[in-house]
């Protein structure tokens, strides 16, 4: 097997390990990617890869064009799109200080540290983004450029840090042929489905008030016509028998002066005659 098949060979191996590790290891963007570098010296890499590091940048077909043909999807889903290769400033992958930095910083972090080269591929039909220049050594930060007036079914990639080169395989060499897929940026959670509650009885705001009930009048008792009551209080003395004493007072004093009155004449009569 000559050199450039077995460059061939250890790039597509290459190829089966990263999607593997992109697959099971979460969002692309929450750690750098450096292949397997268990057996590996960083001191190394320069003299591995003398000429540079070629790189290859794989876009995912996705829903509903996964087992489609490249030449059925349409412009602008997965062709046609511009990925960017941004070399991190002041970080030395071939020390361990800088090789713990690369593995250290966040996407975001690598943003504020800023780059020093730029590099850019275009995806054909199929996908692919193949860096045309040899790149050099260094911790990189690979986005897909959004297009202007991107294709309604069109998903950016998730932007991601990736050293350059990257351990093989079976983690005892320097792999300088890199191809890597990428994973689409998740979309927004949908609105959540609101429990079903029950229901529960309207809540009301007006004051509830118990009706008042009429208390019935109070009748007084009705008079007989001897102007006594149905009812007698017994601590009061009878209106009847007070009254029937008056009269019998009367009628005795009437006739004591009835009888004063004829003593008086006949004692007078008496006189004359005398």
């Known amino acids: 097997m000559n050199l450039l098949s077995s460059r061939r060979v250890m790039a597509s191996m290459l190829t089966?390990?990263?999607?593997?590790?992109?697959?099971f290891a979460g969002p692309?963007?929450?750690?750098?990617?450096?292949?397997?570098?268990s057996?590996?010296?960083?001191?190394?890499?320069?003299?591995?890869?003398?000429?540079?590091?070629?790189?290859?940048?794989?876009k995912q077909k996705h829903k509903p064009y996964q087992n489609a043909q490249p030449g059925n999807i349409?412009?602008?889903?997965?062709?046609?799109?511009?990925?960017?290769?941004?070399?991190?400033?002041?970080?030395?992958?071939?020390?361990?200080?800088?090789?713990?930095?690369a593995n250290s910083l966040s996407v975001k972090?690598?943003?504020?540290?800023?780059?020093?080269?730029?590099?850019t591929a275009e995806t054909d039909v199929a996908g692919a983004a193949k860096?045309?220049?040899?790149?050099?050594?260094?911790?990189?930060?690979?986005?897909?450029?959004?297009?202007?007036?991107?294709?309604?079914?069109?998903?950016?990639?998730?932007?991601?840090?990736?050293?350059?080169?990257?351990?093989?395989?079976?983690?005892?060499?320097?792999?300088c042929?890199?191809?890597i897929k990428t994973k689409e940026t998740p979309d927004p959670d949908p609105d959540p489905t609101p429990t079903p509650t029950s229901p529960q009885p309207p809540t009301s705001t007006e004051t509830t008030t118990t009706p008042l009930v009429p208390t019935p009048p109070i009748t007084p008792p009705a008079e007989d016509i001897t102007g006594s009551t149905t009812e007698k209080d017994p601590s009061r003395p009878s209106i009847l028998a007070s009254t029937g004493?008056?009269?019998?007072?009367?009628?005795?004093?009437?006739?004591l002066a009835v009888i004063a009155g004829v003593f008086f004449v006949l004692r007078g009569r008496r006189s004359k005659d005398s």
């Open 28 to 37: 692309v963007s929450a750690r750098t990617i450096t292949g397997n570098v």
């Open 109 to 119: 972090q690598a943003e504020e540290r800023g780059f020093s080269q730029r590099f």
């Open 245 to 255: 004493a008056n009269v019998l007072w009367l009628v005795g004093g009437a006739l």
């Open 74 to 101: 349409p412009a602008g889903v997965i062709s046609g799109l511009t990925f960017e290769a941004l070399l991190i400033n002041d970080v030395d992958i071939t020390s361990d200080e800088g090789w713990n930095l």
């Open 177 to 179: 042929d890199v191809v």
């Open 131 to 175: 860096f045309q220049k040899l790149l050099p050594v260094g911790l990189y930060l690979i986005r897909e450029i959004t297009p202007e007036n991107p294709h309604k079914d069109y998903k950016t990639s998730e932007p991601f840090l990736i050293t350059l080169p990257v351990g093989n395989v079976t983690g005892d060499a320097w792999q």
């Open 16 to 23: 089966v390990g990263l999607a593997g590790s992109l697959a």
């Open 39 to 58: 057996d590996v010296s960083f001191e190394t890499i320069s003299q591995s890869c003398i000429n540079g590091i070629s790189l290859e940048i794989q």
